[in-house]
């Protein structure tokens, strides 16, 4: 059984770093290309972040370049987003996802992180 | 980017009765591959999302055959032939065909 699981959610203040982690089993994950996705409460899902397979390929939304970065380690199968500079809008419950577009999709139960004083 | 426009947004239906979802893309999602890389999503209350439809019109394994996609280019189509209880939650479509990557607003769909 694949299972993505986040880690890492907390409250913290604006302006805070934080650094989520997904950890995977059940996958080949160094053949799988992972992103972050979120979802402010109430609202919709917003795609964040994409690494490749290798981690030599990453693409950013708009919302988050400059202040977030993704990583991943497919020695220990994780996958990282570190957060910096965080706003209030940054808000929302993150999940790691492979969405799936030439394979299987699968995501977490995701984290939540909130950014408030 | 590619805006990922979704309608109705709120989509009360009759249990047994049909629905319909669509959504257009600001840009045709054809890859340079030829395929065209248009997922829809179901999320359940107080649940993860889950693909329903790869590729247009690819079922994912497990959902039931109520469920269809179809459409090409920029318009594309959502459908589920009789709507039952469990189908409550909201859906969307997510191309992934250009960076970055786009979900439409979400599709409520609610019991009547």
């Known amino acids: 059984e694949v299972q993505l699981v986040e880690s890492g959610g907390a409250l913290v203040q604006p302006g805070g770093s934080l650094r989520l982690s997904c950890a995977a089993s059940?996958?080949?994950?160094?053949?799988?290309?992972i992103n972050w996705v979120r979802q402010a409460p109430g609202k919709g899902l917003e795609w964040l972040s994409y690494i490749s397979s290798s981690g030599t390929t990453m693409y950013y939304a708009d919302s988050v370049k400059g202040r977030f970065t993704i990583s991943r380690d497919n020695a220990k199968n994780s996958l990282f987003l570190q957060m910096h500079s965080l706003r209030a809008e940054d808000t929302a419950v993150y999940y790691c996802?492979?969405?799936?577009?030439?394979?299987?999709?699968?995501w977490g139960q995701g984290t939540l992180v909130t950014v408030s004083s | 980017e590619v805006v990922m426009t979704q309608s109705p947004l709120s989509l009360p239906v009759t249990l047994g009765q049909p629905a319909s979802i669509s959504c257009r893309s600001s840009?045709?999602?054809?890859?340079?591959?030829?395929?065209?890389?248009l997922n829809w999503f179901q999320q359940r209350p107080g649940q993860s999302p889950r693909r329903l439809i790869y590729k247009v019109s690819n079922r994912d394994s497990g959902v039931p055959d109520r469920f269809s996609g179809s459409g090409s280019g920029t318009d594309f189509t959502l459908k589920i032939s009789r709507v039952e209880a469990e189908d409550v939650g909201v859906y969307y479509c997510l191309q992934g065909t250009h960076w970055p990557r786009t979900f439409g607003q979400g599709t409520k769909l609610e019991i009547k």
């Open positions: 840009q045709s999602l054809v890859y340079s591959d030829g395929n065209t890389y």
């Open positions: 996802a492979r969405l799936g577009f030439k394979g299987s999709s699968y």
């Open positions: 059940g996958l080949t994950f160094s053949s799988s290309g």
